[in-house]
């Protein structure tokens, strides 16, 4: 059975960093592109960054640029997303995915608040 669980979530102040882990297990880590996405309330969950299975090929929404970066451990089957430079419209929840649209797996969802 396939489980994604992040971790790392909290409340920092505007400027701040946060790392949110996800850790796989019950998958082929190796087989997936991976996936953070983001939903904000009463807003529509969005994509935030995705990381390719083997090459490192990464992809970064335009909000991300400069301040996020995803990466992933093979020898841990976990992904992360490193966030620098947060804003208050940061806040949100922030899952982890498998990227793929015939195995579709999500994880729990971990909070990210951005406030003064």
């Known amino acids: 059975q396939v489980r994604l669980v992040e971790s790392g979530g909290g409340t920092v102040q505007p400027g701040g960093s946060l790392r949110l882990s996800c850790a796989a297990s019950?998958?082929?880590?190796?087989?997936?592109?991976m996936a953070w996405y983001r939903q904000a309330p009463g807003k529509q969950r969005e994509l935030v960054a995705r990381i390719s299975a083997w090459n490192f090929d990464t992809y970064y929404a335009e909000f991300t640029k400069g301040r996020f970066t995803i990466s992933r451990d093979y020898a841990k089957d976990v992904i992360y997303l490193q966030m620098n430079r947060l804003k208050p419209e940061d806040t949100a929840v922030y899952y982890c995915?498998?990227?793929?649209?015939?195995?579709?797996?999500w994880g729990q969802g971990t909070q990210v608040t951005v406030s003064s």
């Open positions: 995915n498998t990227a793929d649209p015939v195995a579709d797996y």
């Open positions: 019950g998958m082929i880590f190796t087989n997936y592109n």
